[in-house]
């Protein structure tokens, strides 16, 4: 069945549960659905995150969504999303998010190219404080990408749906995340090395978001998910990432070369690059990262 035709399909004013009344659809994926709602609890609108009606049953949907609340009841930074409640009991399992007015990052892109570097540095700076954070209480979020992020002052760090503590998101061996993405471990965490997935992992997503910003593409082009390879599948297990354009700060470029980096050692720790952006925004000499080093 298509995602679209497994909905709940709300009129408008429609309530998807007690207290929570449908205004429209947002989107989702393939286990959930979003709906912007009027929440008579909060009287304002959030977002609802709902179970589509086929995953009702799905042990592995249901586990998600029971790992998600739990991540947002534990996460409280002013850069990532809030949750607000629990409604995992209800005949339509759901948790409601607090609803955030602005632009995901990869609409802006989409619309309007690479960004300038007054938008591009004080989002790149506004993650690498949620990754300090998350890095601080043990969590990995395992999922940055543009559309993962919403621009504003803070940008604004969305969708825990695949996050986990770094100690069980170091027991993967299969891939999670976003193929374009994805740092090498994600894509391939029994390879060669057996390097595995752990926060370095939210910095090279940090790296290829700040990449597409800057760019105004990926970093990697489409690998082909019907290849045997698994490096056919994941480029970025085999190839460096394309040029960035000219003109970028040497900082920046240094920035993002080092959170690429295919060994996740070698990657800076989520403080080093907001260090290492933040005189850049402040206007002063924009030379490469000093004291800057990569570890190895």
């Known amino acids: 069945m298509s995602t679209r035709d497994d909905g709940w399909h709300l009129a408008e004013g429609e309530e998807l549960a007690p207290g929570l009344s449908a ?12 709906w912007l709602c009027f929440d008579e609890v909060t009287w304002s609108p959030v977002v609802v995150k709902v179970l589509r009606p086929s995953q ?8 998600g969504l029971r790992r998600e ?14 949750g607000l409640r629990d409604g995992q009991d209800g005949d339509r399992p759901h948790v409601v998010l607090e609803h ?3 632009p995901r990052l990869s609409s802006l892109i989409r619309r309007y190219g690479r960004l300038q570097e007054q938008q591009y540095l004080p989002l790149a700076i506004d993650v690498a404080s949620a990754l300090h954070y998350l890095r601080h209480i043990g969590w990995t979020h395992l999922d940055i990408k543009p559309s993962n ?3 504003g002052a803070p940008a604004r760090l969305i969708d825990l749906s695949v996050a986990r503590l770094e100690e069980d998101a170091r027991r993967l061996r299969y891939p999670i995340g976003t193929d374009a993405y994805m740092a090498p471990e994600q894509c391939d965490p029994t390879g060669p090395g057996e390097q595995v997935p ?38 970025q297990l085999a190839v460096d990432p394309a040029p960035l354009p000219d003109g970028v700060p040497a900082a920046v470029v240094d920035v993002i070369h080092a959170c690429l980096q295919r060994d996740p050692d070698r990657r800076p720790l989520p403080h080093e690059v907001a260090e290492a952006l933040e005189p850049v925004l402040a206007g002063m ?12």
Not at 56 to 63: G, H, N, Q, W, Y
Not at 209 to 224: I, K, N, S
Not at 285 to 296: D, E, Q, T, V
Request: glycine fraction near 12%.
């Open 23 to 34: 205004m429209k659809r947002l989107g989702g994926g393939a286990a959930y659905e979003a």
């Open 56 to 63: 009702l049953e799905d042990e592995s949907s249901r586990r």
């Open 69 to 82: 609340v739990l991540a947002l009841a534990t996460v409280n930074h002013p850069v990532v999303v809030r």
């Open 100 to 102: 955030i007015d602005g």
């Open 149 to 151: 992020v919403i621009m």
């Open 198 to 235: 752990s926060f370095a992992s939210d910095v090279w997503g940090l790296g290829a978001t700040l990449f597409h910003a800057v760019a105004g593409h990926r970093p990697f082009e489409h690998g082909d998910r019907d290849a045997d390879d698994v490096r056919l599948r994941f480029p």
């Open 285 to 296: 000499p924009r030379g490469s990262l000093a004291g800057f080093k990569i570890r190895g």
